[in-house]
């Protein structure tokens, strides 16, 4: 690990002002995945701005009917709150569905949409990584991809988005909320958080410098059966093969996205008008696009079997 400096933020405005002032500078809070890519030098900030004071760690009910989720929330008292299990059902299985125990008692919520991709090419600092090292190469392409994405990549990259939680954050229509050095604030949509790889893998979400997450609103609840269902290849402590949040109305209608299989959420509201003729019918436009390699070409029927299996669960 390489020698930093460190500032602990006392407000929003103060660490998105002290990261944007340092060229390679990283926000920490739980550091379940920075302090990792830390040790093995894919990550080298010179400068980490603390943000676990900023009191940002509570959930509120919002004047419209939902809630905000606070961008220090861990992911085990997200997953925990009465209100969520409750009313937003498909977050909590999906959080559960994800990493460990102990892990998710320190992840956040902001950390969580921030987490990097396992492809293991990007881990491996022998092995060429447009996302790690702009410019020299995806050696997933070609290589072993059976992990790596069928659909949004590009000739740059294949790596997907490793995040269970914002897989169910994008099909709830979960918005986040961040603060710019200058004090400014916005609202982002997840879908509009993240980027496609194009040819510049290596840039993963549209924040500005500096940008920082301060909490995700969640709308008023719509009911309907809410699941989350993760295929991987062990039950425990693995990254999807294929995940599918859904959430399914009586008469049949609802909202689909896929983890697994691209480099953020994957969702098509106009592939969900075709929810009601079943799973096929929403994967052949969900996953009309898709360009697998021969390793994983298997996610494209199992994501329409996995939904398949959802729908059943759901009773339709």
Known sequence: MRAFSLERASDPQQAAKSAASHENSKFIAGGTNLIDLMKLEIETPTHLVDVTQLGLDKIEETDEGGLRIGTLVSNTDLAADDRVRRDYPVLTRALVAGATGQLRNKATTGGN??????????????????????????????????????????????????????????????????????????????????????????????????????????????????????VRDRSSYAFALVSVAAIVQPDGTGRVALGGVAPKPWRDEEAEKALPQGAGAVMDTLLADANPTDDNEFKVPLAKRTLAAVLQEAGN
């Not at 949409?113 to 020299?136: A, E, H, I, V």
């Open 113 to 230: 949409f921030l987490q990097r991709t396992r492809c293991p090419y990007f881990y491996d600092t022998n092995m060429p990584c447009n996302k790690r090292n702009p410019g020299s190469g995806c050696a997933a392409i070609g290589g072993y991809s059976r992990q790596l994405a069928v659909i949004g990549g590009s000739d740059h990259c294949i790596a997907t988005h490793p995040s269970d939680m914002a897989v169910a954050m994008r099909v709830l229509d979960a918005e986040l909320e961040t603060v710019d050095p200058d004090g400014k604030t916005r609202s982002i949509a997840v879908d509009d958080l993240y980027r496609l790889p194009g040819d510049t893998p290596e840039k993963e979400t549209n924040l500005k410098p500096g940008e920082v997450i301060t909490a995700v609103t969640l709308p008023k609840p719509v009911g309907g059966k809410q699941i989350y269902y993760k």
